[in-house]
């Protein structure tokens, strides 16, 4: 037969029929429906299609191993989102996105340690407690924290302002499933802009800022494992957050504090700003 406008689509699927694994042939078949119908809906020109691959192919040729343009992409189009999402587990707190910052080793830190190693930032008191979704303590719960700067810079951007591992700290929660810890408050800051996705975004109008936070991953063996983020309560872009991560359950108050005595407890001067995330794990392995 023919390939045709209208034969297209069947000739791919079945070209496709004998893929043994059930799942890949699955995808591919949902792929190729997709695209085709895609090209169907907006039927671009052959210059069209040649500057689509060469927006991917530029998307490729940005990724190396500290930069992952894919990565970034699926995040302006939501997808990471909407995958996280998905596969987020109701019992537990919600996750969002990993992001591109987070380092496999972050500084082994005690409980009321400074992240901070600069101190020019608004020095803040982080606390929180890990507990399964019955309220009962998680002692041990590792707790793994990264953030940006006062000027929205990971250390891992300004090498020259930032010793490794500034901004970074994993904790142990104690016998009582509490963790606390001092840092600076973070900013809100642009997603990287000087590859494809930042053109992308610029060709849309649309802003690259992520509102202040401070990105967790909490995990305790028999738990599932959350990422996810504590968002600044009086951050700009909170209500349009360029990679489509803010849930609500997530926004602290991050309230300026001149109480003395406890400034003296945790070691921070006056006024300080206090926040405090109480982060529940579902139990691995249970029907959602
Ligand atoms: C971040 O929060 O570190 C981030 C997340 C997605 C894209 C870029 C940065
Ligand atoms: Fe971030």
Same mark, same amino acid.
């Given at each position: 037969?023919?390939? /045709?406008?209208?034969?297209?689509?069947?000739?791919?699927? #079945?070209?496709?029929?004998?893929?043994?694994?059930?799942?890949?042939?699955? *995808?591919?078949?949902?792929?190729?429906?997709?695209?085709? #119908?895609?090209?169907?809906?907006?039927?671009?020109?052959?210059?069209?299609?040649?500057?689509? *691959?060469?927006?991917?192919?530029?998307?490729?040729?940005?990724?190396?191993?500290?930069?992952?343009?894919?990565?970034?992409?699926?995040?302006?189009?939501?997808?990471?989102?909407?995958?996280? /999402?998905?596969?987020?587990? #109701?019992?537990?707190?919600?996750?969002?996105?990993?992001?591109?910052?987070?380092?496999?080793?972050?500084?082994?830190?005690?409980?009321? !340690?400074?992240? !901070?190693?600069?101190?020019?930032?608004?020095?803040?008191?982080?606390?929180?407690?890990?507990?399964?979704?019955?309220?009962? =303590? *998680?002692?041990?719960?590792?707790?793994?924290?990264?953030?940006?700067?006062?000027?929205?810079?990971?250390?891992?951007?300004?090498?020259?302002?930032?010793?490794?591992?500034?901004?970074?700290?994993?904790?142990? =929660?104690?016998?009582?499933?509490?963790?606390?810890?001092?840092?600076?408050?973070?900013?809100?800051?642009?997603?990287?802009?000087?590859?494809?996705?930042?053109?992308?975004?610029?060709?849309?109008?649309?802003?690259?800022?992520?509102?202040?936070?401070?990105?967790? *991953? =909490?995990?305790?063996?028999?738990?599932?494992?959350?990422?996810?983020?504590?968002?600044?309560? !009086?951050?700009?872009?909170?209500?349009?957050?360029?990679?489509?991560?803010?849930?609500?359950?997530?926004?602290?108050?991050?309230?300026?504090?001149?109480? #003395?005595?406890? =400034?003296?407890?945790?070691?921070?001067?006056?006024?300080?700003?206090?926040?405090?995330?109480?982060?529940?794990?579902?139990?691995?392995?249970?029907?959602?």
């Amino acid at each position: 037969m023919d390939f /045709t406008e209208h034969t297209a689509l069947d000739a791919v699927l #079945a070209s496709f029929a004998d893929t043994p694994d059930a799942r890949l042939r699955q *995808i591919l078949g949902a792929v190729t429906r997709h695209l085709h #119908a895609l090209v169907h809906e907006l039927r671009p020109t052959t210059a069209e299609w040649e500057s689509a *691959i060469a927006f991917l192919t530029a998307v490729g040729h940005m990724c190396d191993d500290t930069r992952q343009e894919f990565v970034l992409l699926s995040d302006v189009l939501g997808v990471s989102m909407l995958v996280e /999402t998905m596969n987020g587990d #109701a019992r537990g707190t919600e996750g969002t996105v990993l992001g591109p910052f987070h380092m496999s080793e972050s500084p082994r830190r005690e409980l009321g !340690d400074r992240i !901070d190693e600069v101190g020019t930032g608004v020095p803040c008191v982080v606390t929180g407690t890990v507990t399964d979704p019955d309220g009962e =303590a *998680i002692p041990g719960a590792v707790v793994d924290v990264w953030q940006c700067d006062e000027n929205g810079f990971y250390d891992v951007q300004r090498p020259d302002t930032q010793p490794p591992g500034n901004g970074r700290g994993l904790f142990h =929660a104690d016998d009582r499933g509490a963790f606390w810890f001092r840092g600076v408050v973070p900013t809100y800051y642009p997603i990287p802009t000087d590859g494809p996705v930042g053109r992308l975004l610029g060709a849309s109008r649309r802003h690259p800022y992520r509102p202040a936070h401070v990105h967790v *991953i =909490a995990s305790a063996p028999g738990f599932t494992t959350v990422t996810t983020h504590m968002f600044v309560a !009086d951050s700009p872009y909170l209500d349009s957050d360029a990679v489509f991560a803010v849930k609500h359950s997530l926004v602290r108050d991050f309230a300026e504090s001149a109480d #003395a005595a406890e =400034a003296a407890r945790y070691g921070v001067p006056v006024p300080f700003r206090r926040a405090h995330f109480p982060i529940r794990l579902a139990r691995a392995g249970r029907p959602r």
